[in-house]
């Protein structure tokens, strides 16, 4: 059983706002780095945004500006603000954790969630 969830994908046009959402068991949330990683068709997967334990947070270039992580360490749940969305932000989005004291976009993960289709039209 996938311990991550994922939910809160669609379709939407280009300009517009999505919310993903990650819900997690709390011996995965809460003393684990927890990140948003995304995959296109033909492309690798690649790190959106990462937020640590501590709440700091690192976020791909292409993302800066216009996504926002969180986590909710009472409720455990990992979200993504994703506003001004581009074509070029269609892909799947995958939740993920880590354990391990290094946070970033590069980073292996240890938990993934099965992923949510975010669909942006011009």
């Known amino acids: 059983q996938v311990p991550l969830v994922e939910s809160g994908g669609g379709s939407v046009q280009a300009g517009g706002s999505l919310r993903l959402s990650c819900a997690a068991p709390a011996y995965i949330f809460s003393m684990n780095c927890m990140g948003w990683f995304r995959q296109s068709p033909g492309k690798e997967r690649e790190g959106v945004a990462v937020v640590d334990v501590d709440g700091s947070t690192n976020y791909a270039d292409s993302v800066k500006g216009r996504f926002a992580i969180s986590r909710d360490n009472a409720k455990n749940i990992l979200d993504l603000k994703m506003n001004d969305l581009k074509p070029e932000d269609t892909a799947t989005y995958y939740c993920?954790?880590?354990?391990?004291?290094?946070?970033?976009?590069?980073?292996?993960?240890?938990?993934w969630g099965k992923g949510t289709l975010v669909t942006i039209s011009s």
């Open positions: 993920a954790a880590r354990i391990g004291a290094i946070c970033g976009l590069d980073s292996d993960m240890n938990y």
